[in-house]
């Protein structure tokens, strides 16, 4: 691969050739898939946070922060994406695990207490609201990621988890109190 051109392709992205970003994508978007498969060890994955960074070059003018030879930098900014797609993941994971250890807990209270388990659980979720409820229906009902739950719902992906959070502790709250 030559590496030779990158400072006059820099140059000509800063003063926001189009074409010069088409050529950027096509000299290192492979190289950065197979990066970031390395990290994800999922293909679709990999693609996507591939294709979500050449975005943002374009359209947060990332480009803008290059400086001279930027073959050291992309992999370096794919790396940190992939550290961080995982640190999601990783934080998914906990909030599903919570949420299981929540409906185990309640579920061993509410069959010596109340048969009604699920009703009151679906009392307890109808009673939330609107943000919340939908946050917890859309993960744990429905099965959405994260992402695609936020976008449906037309916030961020860090309002959505706030909501979620929330949402989870208002239930385990009135899944203590019932049972």
Known sequence: MDH??????VQRLKEGDAAAYDALFMKYHKMLCVNAYWFLRNEAEANDLVQTFFLDIWDKKLYLQFNGDIRGYLPQAIKNRC???????????????????????TCIVSHETSPDYYKQVLSAINEMATQ???AIQMVY????RYQEAADEMGISINSFKTHLKRGLKVLRHAMVNKG
């Open 4 to 9: 030779s051109s990158d400072i006059p392709l």
């Open 141 to 144: 009902i429905h099965g959405k």
């Open 83 to 105: 550290l961080t797609h995982h640190k999601k993941q990783k934080a998914e994971r906990e909030n599903k695990a919570a949420f299981t250890q929540l409906q185990e807990e």
């Open 132 to 134: 919340k409820r939908s």
